[in-house]
């Protein structure tokens, strides 16, 4: 891979940190009146999803990430890995473990598409749709003519995610889902 | 993708950029400071070693020609004080590669001035006074701060006794980089930038004097009367965190300033750095007599962002460099 210089840090550049694969969030130019400049640069590291400050003198270099972000939809699963499905017309299928799906798992659904993280071929991220409609699987019976109150009560989704909805939604509902934030938004 | 041509500033805001610009000239209007204008392209570009002088070909009298982008005014505006100018100031557009960020961009308006038979202190009250022309509110009182002070305020060392090895071990768990092997001044400039800058400005104006020797660049240096230490005599000032201007009482001594140009260019090579030919015309200019005196080195830009309330000084200018 090539070698990047803190003058080419932007935010998305994918690089290499002590050994993992980051995302450049921000980078900050600084530099007292006369004298040397540096770089405040936050990084997402991209196999544990924590972000990192770190400063290199201005002109310093980092190796690039061999990252590829790819469009997959979600097959199934056979309870060991989780299968991906790119949907480029290749029908290449992509085996992920649970500790590269993390939170995603609650949020899976077939036949939906995910932006799948690859370094050096081997999946280390799934992220979902920031929204997904999902089926409600279980909550307490809707509550009739609640429909303006406030209010709320948990409801567990077909994904296995469990979301605050309205008093009103009864089970078998489909609804959206914010899955950035893990809130309800509308009914579907 | 949609081509965005708009200004980062918008018009509003650019108005009062030239309503304030207007202020800063008839301030030196009253002052008896008169405005001058020198080349942006020069034979000369600068032998310090944190900047990046920006060149370019040109078709010249002399036929074809490196010219250099000035990085600052203040080589030709040395040259008029040596010619009997007098009291100068100039709104210069400055050049520097390398510079991006919130706080910088490639190209910038530096607001210099010189005060020939002005001492430093003098020349404080003047910035001082120009800021709060400047500003809208009352930015606080000025207040005087030496570099030792600061660090021993926030790092509880002194940067002119601290051993090398303690900075380099304190440099690297403050800024998390690898400092082992960096040279006293980078040493200081990372602590500086990432621990005392931050605090610097904060309902006051503070001026930083009695900076390292070692960080002089053309200003000339004195003892400091705390234990007879050489200090540079500067000053910066800062205000909300920034880093608005660069006071020196100026070298006028010519071998003394031959020789400086020649130390950059050593240190350039030993950073692996392209030596930067010395402006001989400015030697030369020194060597026929350079009245002492002081000058100031203002980010007019910067001062126009904190005056209008802005987060970043693109949004003080027609037009960035990403937008240009």
Known sequence: MANYSTNEFKGGLKVMLDGDPCAILENDYVKPGKGQAFNRVKLRNLMTGRVWERTFKSGESLEGADVLELDMEYLYTDGDMWYFMLNDGSFEQYPVERKALGETEKWLKEQVVYTVTLWNDNVINVTPPNFIELEVTETDPGLKGDTAQGGSKPATMSSGAVVRVPLFINEGEVLKVDTRTGEYVSRA | ?324
Not at chain 2, 52 to 64: D, I, K
Not at chain 2, 103 to 132: C, K, Q, V
């Open chain 2, 1 to 324: 993708m949609t081509i965005d041509w708009r200004p980062t500033a918008d018009i509003e805001t650019l108005r009062d950029r030239a309503r304030l610009i207007a202020e800063v000239r008839a301030f030196f209007a009253e002052r008896g400071v008169w405005e001058v204008e020198t080349p942006v392209l020069g034979h000369g570009g600068s032998t310090d070693l944190h900047l990046v002088s920006l060149s370019c070909e040109a078709t010249t009298p002399a036929g074809r020609e490196r010219l250099w982008l000035q990085t600052s005014p203040e080589f030709h505006m040395k040259r008029l004080l040596a010619a009997g100018s007098g009291p100068i100031f100039q709104v210069a557009r400055s050049f520097r590669d390398g510079e991006v960020g919130g706080r910088h961009n490639l190209e910038f308006s530096m607001l210099e001035w010189y005060r020939p038979g002005l001492d430093l202190d003098g020349l404080i009250t003047e910035t001082d006074a120009l800021i709060r022309r400047v500003l809208s509110s009352d930015p606080g009182s000025l207040r005087r701060r030496r570099y030792r002070e600061l660090f021993r305020e926030s790092l509880e060392l002194d940067p002119f006794h601290e051993p090398l090895e303690a900075l380099r071990r304190l440099a690297t768990e403050r800024g998390g980089l690898d400092m082992a092997a960096a040279c006293r001044d980078d040493c200081l400039d990372l602590l500086i930038s990432l621990v005392i800058e931050p605090r610097l400005g904060r309902g006051g104006i503070d001026v930083v004097v009695d900076y390292p020797a070692s960080q002089a660049a053309l200003a000339r240096r004195h003892r400091d009367p705390e234990d007879g230490e050489w200090v540079a005599s500067r000053f910066e000032v800062y205000l909300d965190g920034l880093e608005l201007a660069n006071g020196y009482d100026e070298l006028t001594d010519a071998e003394e300033q031959r020789a400086r140009f020649k130390e950059d260019n050593a240190a350039r090579r030993v950073e692996g750095l392209p030596e930067v030919e010395a402006d001989e015309r400015l030697l030369v200019a020194l060597e026929a007599g350079m009245p002492a005196g002081s000058g100031v080195a203002l980010g007019l830009d910067r001062l126009l962002q904190l005056a209008l309330d802005k987060d970043r000084v693109a949004e003080v200018m027609a037009f960035s460099t990403p937008r240009a």
